[in-house]
């Protein structure tokens, strides 16, 4: 915090970086040019990052005092009141950064303004910021603001589940359940945002006619560009999709295009727009339905055997299930267990189903209830597996409950281990 009282005549308190000869060490500080020759400064203390401070600045007869935190000055200059009347003012400054050492990388937040009236402290009636490129200042009121660093740019196109681009989708940047930063894209679908400070962020696109799609990323440094995509699998999907649209997309999970391809998760929610479209709301919290699904596997297994892997669960009633679909992973050492899947063999019967080497996705469109279903696969060890024992994946069961938006996930219980012999 700087104090002006003329050009050239100033008075500081804060915190700064030291260099040598103690590298990324906080020092509280007080400087000061009182003079034409140039400034002088002091160090006052060992500080510690991401902790919050009251510094004072203010004069009293013929001498000016600095305060850290109340309680005795830590500097006093004295005899120079007469030659500065103006010039009194008290802050409170917090440092931001969370890295460790700190970065200086000027993120922080400055309140409770005030100056010195008579013999008592009133808050800043205005405010006044400026800042050089790439580094900002936001106002929050008169007597307070943020300082940041220079800010990361996100960029990135809009587009549809199937791989279209969409223009006009607001795309809006929250941190903490506050928006940051907002924007529409573009007839292209392109977008531009801004990220102020590091950590996680959700995108959320919005469109008419669309579903809402949210996204986390991360921003893990300041002054840097990043990309983030809301197309294809991060990408929109219509509230009411024709089959048409869904087969497509049942095809990009089966076989992937590229950049366009899908999983099993993503055609599950195109599924459910399908088979309930444009209705909105659904999938609450208070609908979710506890479902255990239990793996089964054989206690022993020899190279080159192949055997069915079972996983089981009851839908109970009344409630209905439709989309849903299971994912289980087989074991990939000494390399991938190879898993098939033959059509009609769970039950029901599955609607779609893939299986891509250690990895079994099966899918029904129900609805279901009242009832138990089972997804059988079959794997096949690989030759020259040696004995031990081994470890199938995290699996899991995603279901959408009684028309519901949004899907619930449990993972696969039971059997997650085979001995090989």
Same mark, same amino acid.
């Given at each position: 915090?700087?104090?002006?009282? =003329?050009?050239?005549?100033?008075?500081?308190?804060?915190?700064?970086?030291?260099?040598?000869?103690?590298?990324?060490?906080?020092?509280?500080?007080?400087?000061?040019?009182?003079?034409?020759?140039?400034?002088?400064?002091?160090?006052?203390?060992?500080?510690?990052?991401?902790?919050?401070?009251?510094?004072?600045?203010?004069?009293?007869?013929?001498?000016?005092?600095?305060?850290?935190?109340?309680?005795?000055?830590?500097?006093?200059?004295?005899?120079?009141?007469?030659?500065?009347?103006?010039?009194?003012?008290?802050?409170?400054?917090?440092? @931001?950064?969370?890295?460790?050492?700190?970065?200086? @990388?000027?993120?922080?937040?400055?309140?409770?303004?005030?100056?010195?009236?008579?013999?008592?402290?009133?808050?800043?009636?205005?405010?006044?910021?400026?800042?050089?490129?790439?580094?900002?200042?936001?106002?929050?009121?008169?007597?307070?603001?943020?300082?940041?660093?220079?800010?990361?740019?996100?960029?990135?196109?809009?587009?549809?589940?199937?791989?279209?681009?969409?223009?006009?989708?607001?795309?809006? #940047?929250?941190?903490?359940?506050?928006?940051?930063?907002?924007?529409?894209?573009?007839?292209?679908?392109?977008?531009?945002?801004?990220?102020? =400070?590091?950590?996680?962020?959700?995108?959320?696109?919005?469109?008419?006619?669309?579903?809402?799609?949210? @996204?986390?990323?991360?921003?893990?440094?300041?002054?840097?560009?990043?990309?983030?995509?809301?197309?294809?699998?991060?990408?929109?999907?219509?509230?009411?999709?024709?089959?048409?649209?869904?087969?497509?997309?049942?095809?990009?999970?089966?076989?992937?295009?590229?950049?366009?391809?899908?999983?099993?998760?993503?055609?599950?929610?195109?599924?459910?727009?399908?088979?309930?479209?444009?209705?909105?709301?659904?999938?609450?919290? @208070?609908?979710?339905?506890?479902?255990?699904?239990?793996?089964?596997?054989?206690?022993?297994?020899?190279?080159?055997?192949?055997?069915?892997?079972? #996983?089981?669960?009851?839908? *109970?009633? *009344?409630?209905?299930?439709?989309?849903?679909?299971?994912?289980?992973?087989?074991?990939?050492?000494?390399?991938?267990?190879?898993?098939?899947?033959?059509?009609?063999?769970?039950?029901?019967?599955?609607?779609?189903?893939?299986?891509?080497?250690?990895?079994?996705?099966?899918?029904?469109?129900?609805?279901?209830?009242?009832?138990?279903?089972?997804?059988?696969?079959?794997?096949?060890?690989?030759?020259?597996?040696? *004995?031990?024992?081994?470890?199938?994946?995290?699996?899991?069961?995603?279901?959408?409950?009684?028309?519901?938006?949004?899907?619930?996930?449990?993972?696969?219980?039971?059997?997650?281990?085979?001995?090989?012999?």
């Amino acid at each position: 915090m700087t104090v002006y009282f =003329e050009e050239d005549r100033w008075i500081e308190v804060g915190w700064i970086k030291k260099t040598d000869p103690y590298p990324d060490r906080l020092e509280f500080y007080v400087a000061y040019q009182l003079w034409d020759e140039g400034f002088d400064i002091e160090d006052k203390g060992s500080a510690q990052a991401g902790t919050s401070h009251q510094y004072r600045i203010y004069g009293v007869d013929d001498n000016w005092y600095v305060y850290i935190d109340g309680g005795v000055p830590v500097e006093v200059f004295e005899g120079y009141g007469s030659r500065w009347p103006d010039g009194n003012l008290y802050g409170q400054s917090e440092s @931001e950064d969370s890295e460790s050492p700190p970065e200086n @990388e000027l993120t922080g937040h400055f309140w409770d303004l005030e100056y010195r009236s008579g013999t008592s402290w009133a808050p800043w009636d205005d405010m006044g910021t400026t800042a050089d490129s790439p580094y900002v200042v936001t106002r929050i009121s008169d007597t307070e603001f943020k300082t940041y660093g220079p800010p990361s740019i996100i960029t990135g196109v809009t587009g549809e589940v199937n791989c279209d681009e969409l223009g006009g989708v607001t795309v809006e #940047l929250k941190k903490g359940g506050v928006v940051k930063d907002s924007t529409t894209s573009d007839g292209d679908g392109d977008y531009e945002l801004t990220a102020l =400070e590091k950590g996680s962020y959700l995108l959320e696109a919005t469109k008419q006619g669309f579903r809402e799609q949210k @996204e986390w990323m991360p921003v893990n440094e300041l002054g840097e560009e990043y990309e983030f995509d809301l197309i294809a699998q991060t990408g929109l999907i219509p509230d009411a999709p024709d089959m048409s649209y869904v087969l497509l997309c049942v095809n990009r999970w089966l076989f992937p295009p590229g950049e366009c391809g899908l999983t099993m998760s993503k055609v599950l929610a195109v599924v459910n727009a399908w088979l309930f479209p444009a209705k909105g709301g659904g999938g609450e919290e @208070e609908t979710r339905v506890d479902v255990t699904v239990r793996r089964y596997l054989p206690a022993s297994v020899g190279p080159g055997e192949t055997f069915a892997g079972w #996983l089981l669960f009851y839908v *109970p009633s *009344p409630y209905e299930f439709s989309p849903l679909g299971v994912t289980d992973v087989a074991p990939d050492v000494p390399e991938d267990w190879e898993v098939t899947i033959e059509e009609g063999k769970s039950s029901p019967a599955a609607d779609l189903w893939k299986a891509t080497d250690n990895r079994a996705e099966i899918a029904w469109y129900g609805p279901y209830s009242g009832r138990y279903m089972f997804a059988v696969y079959h794997v096949t060890v690989p030759q020259g597996t040696e *004995p031990g024992l081994y470890s199938f994946g995290d699996g899991w069961l995603e279901y959408y409950v009684d028309n519901g938006d949004d899907p619930f996930i449990v993972e696969i219980e039971g059997d997650d281990v085979v001995r090989g012999s």
